[in-house]
């Protein structure tokens, strides 16, 4: 199965500046379907960015972030060619991880 | 004897359970802030997401409240012409910031994200939030244990929490 994660590392000198897009359907638990039932809650929690073994960003998120998600941020100490593995968890117990090459 | 002992120790049992109790009673208001303190550092906050105001929510994640500062700078729209999608982006020239968190004020939960910014990197994010209606959005920096905080109203024209 193709990876829910898109992610775009690349380093300019010291800083590494990482995108990423997930794709996750971020359900609030508010909103109704066709047949006018609640959809549950099914969201993102946590996402995680580990370069070399240290953590360099960690998200908690809630409901209110949007649907197929997308953040960005910069991380010092890291230099081309180095790992950059990112894993979510949602509130359903689903997760996904992959791996990307900082270039 | 086994007449007179039996009710004063029934009523030492009540004295006793009344003041372990009370202890209790007392004892809560502490406990009860610790696990949401260790929260804002560790594990996934749930109460702060719980919460329905903005006071209540940075107050569960970080126990105490945040100061305006212009030193954080919250980028958002003036107008966001659909609430389902609202990029925003914080950046700051404050030290030592370990924590950035973002809530919009009118949302279901206020709490919409809290990141955790290691050292190394730069107190800096952009992403994008669902907004229910036109609100303020808040942004909190943590820095050198102290909260600072930018807030900008968005108008928003369709709301993104109820479909």
Known sequence: MASTIRVRATSNG?????????????????VKDAKGELIPAHYIQELKFECNGKDVFVANWGTAVSKDPYVKFSFKGAKKGDDLKIS???????????????? | MTTRTGPRATRRLILLGAASVALLGLGNLPFGAAPALAAANDKYPDEAFKQKGEADAIKALYGKTAEPSDKVKLDAPEIAENGGVVPISVTTTLDKVTSISLLVAENPSALAASYKIPDGTIPGVANRLKMAKTSNVVAIIEADGKLYSATKEVKVTVGGCGG
Do not use: R
């Not at chain 1, 500046?17 to 996750?24: A, G, K």
């Not at chain 1, 979510?88 to 270039?103: E, H, L, P, Y």
């Open chain 1, 14 to 30: 010291d800083i590494t500046e990482v995108q990423t897009l997930i794709q996750h359907p971020m359900d609030t638990g508010l």
């Open chain 1, 88 to 103: 979510w968890t949602d509130n359903k117990g689903g997760s996904d991880t992959t791996t990307a090459k900082i270039s």
